[in-house]
C-alpha cells in the first residue's frame, strides 16, 4: 500500500477508455480501498446487473445517475451518493442527456482495478 505522499489532478491521472470510449477511468489506491473516476458521456449505455464481494460508495459530481440495487431504483443528482453494500445485485444509467463524473470508492479494493494505479507512487 502507498508509503509516500502524493497529489496531482484527477484529470491528469493515467486512465483507460470503455464501452466504445463512452467512459474514461482512473484510480488512486489507498490502504484498503480503490477510488476510481469514471467520466461518462450521455452515449453510454445502462451498466448490466451485477454484484462483487466489496462494498461501493458511489459519488456523483456532475450528471445525474440512476442506480437500481436489488429492483429499487435511486436517483443520484450532483452531490449526492449511494452506498451499495457487497454481494447486492445492481446496476446504473445516465438519467439525461449530459456527462456525468461518477466517483467510486471500493473497500476492500478492487483487485481487477489495481492495474488503473500502477503509476502511484509506492
Request: charged share 20%; no cysteine.
Amino acid at each position: 500500500m502507498p508509503k509516500t505522499v502524493f497529489h496531482g489532478l484527477a484529470s491528469e491521472l493515467p486512465s483507460i477508455s470503455l464501452i466504445d470510449d463512452t467512459v474514461k477511468r482512473s484510480a488512486i489506491r489507498t490502504d484498503g480501498a480503490l477510488v476510481v473516476f469514471n467520466y461518462v458521456t450521455p452515449e453510454m449505455p445502462p451498466s448490466p446487473t451485477h454484484d462483487h464481494p466489496f462494498d461501493q460508495l458511489a459519488l456523483i459530481f456532475d450528471g445525474t445517475m440512476e442506480f437500481t440495487l436489488d429492483g429499487t431504483p435511486y436517483v443520484i443528482e450532483p452531490g449526492g451518493y449511494l452506498y451499495i453494500p457487497a454481494g447486492i445485485p445492481h446496476s446504473g444509467r445516465l438519467v439525461r442527456e449530459e456527462a456525468a463524473l461518477n466517483i467510486d470508492i471500493f473497500a476492500p479494493a478492487r483487485e481487477d482495478y489495481l492495474f488503473l494505479a500502477k503509476d502511484q507512487p509506492e
